[in-house]
């Protein structure tokens, strides 16, 4: 018997959290996908089963803006997420990881969400 591997190990978390939460209308699901590269931040209602915003640091609009780390666009990822949120009429959200753990390029998201208005 062999021991699982990280994305295994990655998918087991993700499933154990999602299991817990979800998103509704009132106040959707901020999903965080993470890779070497990029990171991937969406708002979703699983309610009614549709993706309401949807961001990633590929994008021509962040990266054009910033060439600096990972973290630093991460960040702006979260800033962006959350005026184009407000925009929506979003204020409150419930975070959901991914699986990954609270540190780094998922942090920086995060606490920069938080400060452009969002509530989780």
């Not at 959901?96 to 969400?113: C, N, S, T, Y």
Request: aromatic share 4%.
């Amino acid at each position: 018997m062999s021991k699982p591997g990280k994305l295994q190990r990655l998918l087991k978390r993700h499933r154990s959290i999602r299991k817990k939460i979800s998103g509704t209308a009132s106040r959707p699901r901020l999903f965080v996908r993470r890779s070497n590269r990029h990171m991937v931040a969406c708002l979703i209602d699983d309610l009614a089963g549709k993706t309401l915003l949807s961001l990633t640091t590929d994008s021509r609009e962040i990266a054009e803006t910033l060439s600096g780390s990972k973290s630093e666009k991460a960040a702006l990822l979260g800033a962006r997420l959350a005026e184009k949120a407000r925009e929506l009429g979003v204020e409150k959200v419930v975070f959901d990881r991914g699986g990954h753990p609270f540190h780094g390029r998922v942090k920086a998201l995060a606490e920069k969400a938080r400060e452009g208005g969002l509530v989780f």
